[in-house]
C-alpha cells in the first residue's frame, strides 16, 4: 500500500495531495512551499511516497535523501495523510526500506511535538536542535 511514486505518477498524484501538505507546511512551518516540493519530486531532487486506497491517497510524503556530516540521511520534508489507522502500521517498515535502497543510515524530520510518534517504531528519535520564530 504504501510505495514511491514515479515521475509520471507525480503530476497525477500532486493536485490530491498538495491542499494538505501546504496546509501542513503553513501549521507547522514555512521555510518551503507545496509548489517547491513539487517541484523537486518533479526533477528527481526529491521523491514522493503515498500510501494509496482504492487508487486514492490516503498519505503523501516528500522524502530526499541528503549527504549529511556522518553519511547519508533520508529526510522527511513533509507528511500528510487522513485516518492514520489506514497506513501507519507499514510507516516504518516502508521508511526503513526506503532508506536502505538508498544507502542512508539514518531518517531525519522536522515537525511539531507529538510527531516522533509516528516514527517512534523505528526507534526512539534524537532530537537535534529546536527551531524558533519570533515576531519582529
Excluded at 514555512?30 to 509548489?35: E, G, M, N, T, V
Aim: hydrophobic share 45%; net charge negative.
Amino acid at each position: 500500500m504504501i510505495g514511491l511514486a514515479n515521475s509520471a505518477e507525480v503530476d497525477a498524484l500532486w493536485p490530491q495531495l498538495s491542499a494538505r501538505f501546504q496546509e501542513a507546511i503553513d501549521r507547522c512551518g514555512d521555510d518551503i512551499s507545496a509548489a517547491d516540493l513539487w517541484q523537486m519530486c518533479r526533477s528527481g531532487n526529491a521523491f514522493l511516497m503515498v500510501a494509496m486506497e482504492d487508487d486514492v491517497p490516503a498519505m503523501g510524503a516528500v522524502l530526499q535523501f541528503q549527504k549529511w556530516e556522518r553519511g547519508t540521511v533520508l529526510r522527511c520534508l513533509v507528511l500528510a495523510g487522513e485516518d492514520m489507522g489506514r497506513w501507519f502500521a507499514e510507516l516504518p517498515a516502508a521508511i526503513r526500506k526506503i532508506a536502505r535502497e538508498g544507502g542512508a543510515t539514518r531518517f531525519v524530520f522536522d515537525g511539531r511535538d507529538g510527531w516522533e510518534r509516528i516514527i517512534m517504531p523505528l526507534k526512539i528519535p534524537k532530537k537535534l536542535r529546536t527551531t524558533y520564530e519570533v515576531e519582529i
